[in-house]
């Protein structure tokens, strides 16, 4: 039941943020470097062993894909985790990264939740029931239904993006090139901020060339509950193809035919 695994995506967020923030900034950090060059901290793997433990105890027979430890088990019902999304920004004491949680259900994500503790800020959906953002402070918590926009003209368009580095090493600069002179406005905020953005109608599109499944897994059900699209940059399926375009559906033909 999409409620039911919902909620519990946010007792794993509570699990998640609580050793995440106990790290973050910590002077004895330990850092090490993965054999693709990236950062990966004892927080990364603290996180997603709490994780696993709790999601095994909910349902034994899950399977479970996470960034530090791999696959286990072979069920219809996959969760996909990110333990900190952004970690060059998190060992850096940038307060932009996250928690990505994900539920896919027979090749379906149905369940998203990303928590970022040190912006103080969760947005989350599940199929059907709509997504939304949940702001916290010291003094009050807010929770808003998630709208995508409604702007129509890449004229008109704020575009988010990660780097513009990443699209020389996918061959396809010039295109990204064009893309950038074409919208009013491009920000390169990264990781999952910009496509969060885009499901709270903050932005209008967002994209990058070149992620891993448990980057956008979790983010799917919160864009398209929010209204938005998401494809890959052939406009197949992101989690296959391995790269995301997210926009609020009605620019997603003009910015796709930028690249095809």
Do not use: C
């Amino acid at each position: 039941m999409s409620a039911q695994d919902l909620e519990f995506t946010h007792q794993l967020a509570d699990a998640a943020d609580q050793i995440s923030m106990a790290r973050f900034g910590a002077i004895d950090l330990k850092i090490e470097t993965k054999p693709d060059l990236t950062p990966v901290s004892d927080a990364d793997k603290s996180v997603e062993e709490k994780l696993r433990n709790l999601i095994s105890k909910y349902s034994p027979s899950d399977s479970i894909i996470g960034e530090e430890f791999g696959q286990a088990g072979g069920s219809n019902r996959e969760w996909i985790l990110d333990p900190i999304d952004g970690t060059k920004n998190f060992v850096r004491g940038v307060p932009f990264w996250g928690t990505l949680i994900g539920l896919r259900v027979d090749g379906e994500m149905t369940t998203g939740m990303v928590s970022a503790p040190a912006i103080g800020r969760r947005w989350f959906g599940a199929t059907g029931l709509g997504s939304f953002l949940q702001t916290k402070t010291n003094s009050f918590q807010s929770e808003r239904k998630l709208q995508v926009s409604k702007v129509s003209n890449l004229e008109d368009a704020y575009l988010g993006y990660s780097s513009q580095d990443r699209w020389a090493k996918q061959s396809q600069e010039q295109e990204f090139e064009k893309l950038l002179k074409k919208v009013w406005r491009a920000r390169g905020f990264g990781d999952f901020m910009i496509h969060m953005m885009v499901a709270e109608g903050a932005i209008d599109l967002s994209m990058e060339p070149s992620l891993a499944l448990w980057d956008m897994a979790a983010l799917i059900p919160i864009i398209k509950e929010a209204g938005g699209t998401v494809t890959s940059l052939t406009n197949g399926d992101a989690l296959v193809d391995l790269s995301m375009v997210t926009t609020n559906g009605l620019l997603h033909e003009q910015t796709l035919k930028l690249f095809n």
